[in-house]
């Protein structure tokens, strides 16, 4: 079973997900979604995922508020440079030098920054561990450098590597 399907749970929730979708429970939309399920679990298999980790729950849920505070203020700073045209501000890319190795750490970083209105994950150099984030209100380079660091890597660094 682990050979055909090596992620159950995965191959479980993208079936469910096809189902929702399509919003049919026909015995021809449960095959179609059950091969589309296994073909998805397999093709990740071949990423070979790392295995997660022993992941701490205190700074995941202090991460989870922090994000969720920086998103509705990014929302506003967006929406305020967009419909009044503040032409002040200065679209540019920043380079942080990151200490997190974990991959999945790294991983979920990259989603917290594309998810965040006004900041995107372009690049990372895994030798030289050093992303290049682009930031559409670019003001000081050394307050981006310090809030990446220490207000997102700095808890991922717990959850993920003591």
Same mark, same amino acid.
């Given at each position: 079973?682990?050979?055909?399907?090596?992620?159950?749970?995965?191959?479980?929730?993208?079936?469910?997900?096809?189902?929702?979708?399509?919003?049919?429970?026909?015995?021809?939309?449960?095959?179609?979604?059950?091969?589309?399920? #296994?073909?998805?679990?397999?093709?990740?298999?071949?990423?070979?995922?790392?295995?997660?980790?022993?992941?701490?729950?205190?700074?995941?849920?202090?991460?989870?508020?922090? #994000?969720?505070?920086?998103?509705?203020?990014?929302?506003?700073?967006?929406?305020?440079?967009?419909?009044?045209?503040?032409?002040?501000?200065?679209?540019?890319?920043?380079?942080?030098?990151?200490?997190?190795?974990?991959?999945?750490?790294?991983?979920?970083?990259?989603?917290?920054?594309?998810?965040?209105?006004?900041?995107?994950?372009?690049?990372?150099?895994?030798?030289?561990?050093?992303?290049?984030?682009? #930031?559409?209100?670019?003001?000081?380079?050394?307050?981006?450098?310090?809030?990446?660091?220490?207000?997102?890597?700095?808890?991922?660094?717990?959850?993920?590597?003591?």
């Amino acid at each position: 079973m682990t050979r055909w399907i090596p992620y159950p749970a995965v191959t479980a929730g993208l079936l469910l997900l096809w189902l929702l979708l399509t919003q049919s429970f026909s015995a021809g939309q449960v095959l179609l979604g059950a091969a589309v399920a #296994v073909f998805a679990g397999r093709a990740m298999a071949l990423l070979r995922p790392p295995p997660p980790g022993r992941i701490r729950i205190a700074p995941m849920l202090r991460l989870a508020g922090l #994000v969720m505070i920086d998103v509705v203020r990014s929302n506003l700073a967006v929406a305020a440079i967009v419909l009044f045209r503040r032409r002040d501000r200065v679209a540019d890319f920043v380079r942080i030098p990151l200490d997190l190795a974990d991959r999945n750490g790294l991983a979920l970083l990259a989603l917290i920054i594309s998810a965040t209105p006004g900041t995107l994950w372009v690049d990372y150099d895994r030798r030289k561990r050093l992303l290049l984030l682009h #930031v559409l209100d670019l003001i000081d380079e050394a307050q981006w450098v310090a809030l990446i660091k220490d207000r997102y890597e700095a808890l991922l660094i717990e959850a993920f590597e003591r």
